[in-house]
């Protein structure tokens, strides 16, 4: 999940514990808990489809991920998070999700660990780690 530090705190809001911990998401808070609002990017393991089975439409007729996420919360399951400054999208509509991922992977900083044979190349953005597998085509 993806935070941004906001001024305004009339949206959804992340809580926290004492240690830095994940707690809870707070729609439209009164009292805000803390000033990071859910940026509307998540990147979630496939636990959170359990999570999704059991929830209802809400009142606009959507499931909510965010209660899914609040579930997973109250399960116990450790829900991490990142911040990103500087910026923050209502993620509401295509183009504004096409715009957070721009603005996301613009932060992130290529690595590559694993080996490269010599008759390929990477481009862009990549990550390739030590575990990661060529495929036939590479050997």
Known sequence: MI???????TIR???FNKNGKLTGLVEKPKQPPSNYALTGIYF???T???????LKPSWRGEIEISE???LLLGK?????????KGWWKDT?????????NRLVLDELKPEIKGKIENKNSIQGRVTR????????KEH
């Open 48 to 54: 959170v489809f359990e999570m999704i089975k059991q």
């Open 3 to 9: 935070l941004c530090e906001v001024e305004n705190t």
């Open 129 to 136: 780690s030590k575990k990661t597998q060529q495929s036939k």
């Open 92 to 100: 509401g509509a295509p183009e504004a999700i096409l715009e957070a």
């Open 76 to 84: 116990g399951c450790n829900v991490g998070y990142q911040f990103v």
């Open 13 to 15: 809001i992340a809580k």
């Open 68 to 70: 899914a996420i609040q």
């Open 44 to 46: 979630l393991k496939p």
